[in-house]
């Protein structure tokens, strides 16, 4: 099935699963401002909108009327915006590239909301139109009073979630270019890297390649961590230079057309794993790859967290990192204080894909589970990150309330020569299969002898 009859085909199936006799509207969003400049952030169109319409334009609205079918609204611009951004895509094209017959200016939009006064309407996409509707060229609702159905909105959400879940043979096909962008700026990393650089650095080399191979922006802000900036999870890339003896992490992923690519990887600056470096590296490395291969339809995410938990508190034992019965730690949260976020996410359309939580299921507020993104059975074609990772977070290790409560389970004594370690991460986009789970990003070098290879690549120029 080509583009266009798949997104005919994922609008039809809203259309007929709505269970919702009104009118609906899907935004794209409107691009946020920069004080004190002419320009906006970077826009990136409500994955939902963008799933319906196949588009990514500023202030779109695709709207479902039962009785004229979906349309697409779109802004046209005026002659000051032509002369400040140029003239857009003609109406005709976007109407081509959604697979609507018709597109329609923005302008228009609020005269056919104003005969449609007092039917139901559902709400879906970016709710800025709800928040913000003059941005939309219309009147404040309250003058159009809007029947606003909640309930039929957040049905129609969950509809659109659920769908996403799994990617057509379209979109595994952006989801393994997005993977092949991120390769290339990953090795360019691992080769280029030198005692000196900064983390800034890094990140440009990494991001310079995935523009290179067709990516037009990253997936989510690049994170460069080296040293014990590699301990905090989201870190920013900052002027800290590279030292000998660091390891960095580097978690940095391509966008291709819409769809994201996600990937950690970690290395050593001098070109070698040393000491513990080398067997808390193998630790997450031995984790990853059995959570990927225990990654089939019907394996609870869940579950396949806990065990990677569990992995990861008997290899602290065997480090001497921890002290117990691997499984009676992971119960206590033992293991969090060195593994405390999920093994992974859902992933598509965005970095933290919807549809990650199966309906009816809340979220844990448990030190070991409230950070984990998934909580569903796997399905074939479902594509999932799976990132276990090992820190030493200054946050957790320190606070006197954690040491007490972990007194026992931890050799704080082996804990504290750790200070200023960092983080490992290692993190792959992962589909699932029938059969054996398909790694999008298997090409990234992870195994300790590819990555030290490159490493030294880097050193002997």
Request: some cysteine; aromatic content about 6%; glycine content about 10%.
């Amino acid at each position: 099935m080509d583009e266009r009859s798949q997104l005919a085909a994922r609008r039809e199936a809203i259309a007929r699963g709505a269970g919702f006799h009104g009118v609906l509207l899907v935004a794209a969003g409107q691009p946020i401002p920069i004080a004190g400049t002419d320009q906006s952030h970077e826009f990136h169109a409500h994955p939902d909108h963008r799933y319906l319409a196949g588009l990514d334009v500023p202030g779109a609205v695709l709207t479902l009327d039962p009785f004229e079918g979906w349309q697409l609204f779109a802004p046209v611009p005026g002659i000051e915006d032509r002369v400040w951004v140029g003239d857009g895509v003609p109406l005709e094209e976007l109407a081509a590239r959604a697979a609507i017959d018709r597109a329609r200016p923005l302008a228009e939009l609020d005269t056919w909301l104003e005969r449609r006064r007092g039917e139901p309407m559902a709400i879906a996409g970016n709710h800025d139109i709800l928040h913000r509707p003059e941005r939309y060229g219309l009147a404040p609702w309250e003058a159009l009073e809007p029947d606003v159905h909640r309930e039929a909105s957040e049905h129609i959400s969950q509809q659109l979630a659920e769908m996403r879940r799994t990617k057509d043979a379209d979109e595994l096909e952006r989801m393994r270019a997005a993977g092949a962008a991120s390769l290339r700026g990953h090795v360019a990393a691992m080769r280029l890297a030198r005692p000196g650089m900064t983390e800034r650095q890094v990140e440009i080399e990494i991001e310079a390649e995935f523009f290179r191979a067709g990516a037009l922006r990253t997936a989510y802000g690049s994170i460069v961590g080296s040293g014990p900036n590699g301990a905090i999870l989201h870190i920013a890339p900052s002027n800290r230079d590279l030292r000998d003896g660091d390891i960095v992490m580097v978690d940095a992923g391509a966008e291709i057309d819409g769809y994201a690519s996600d990937v950690s990887r970690t290395w050593p600056v001098s070109g070698r794993f040393e000491g513990a470096q080398r067997d808390l590296y193998q630790l997450v490395l031995s984790v990853q790859e059995a959570a990927i291969a225990d990654a089939r339809p019907g394996k609870e995410y869940r579950e396949l967290h806990l065990e990677a938990c569990e992995r990861m508190a008997r290899g602290l034992v065997d480090l001497g990192i921890l002290r117990g019965d691997p499984a009676s730690l992971v119960e206590r949260d033992a293991h969090a204080l060195f593994f405390p976020h999920g093994l992974g996410h859902m992933l598509g359309l965005a970095t933290h894909d919807a549809g990650g939580c199966l309906a009816g299921r809340a979220p844990s507020d448990r030190f070991g589970l409230k950070w984990l993104r998934a909580d569903l059975p796997l399905q074939s074609d479902y594509v999932v990150t799976i990132e276990p990772g090992f820190y030493v977070i200054d946050a957790l290790l320190r606070d006197p309330l954690r040491r007490e409560q972990y007194h026992d389970a931890v050799n704080w004594g082996r804990v504290d020569g750790l200070a200023g370690f960092g983080g490992i991460r290692i993190e792959d986009d992962v589909r699932i299969t029938a059969g054996e789970a398909e790694v999008l990003t298997a090409e990234i070098p992870k195994q300790i002898d590819a990555v030290e290879a490159l490493r030294r690549e880097a050193i002997e120029r």
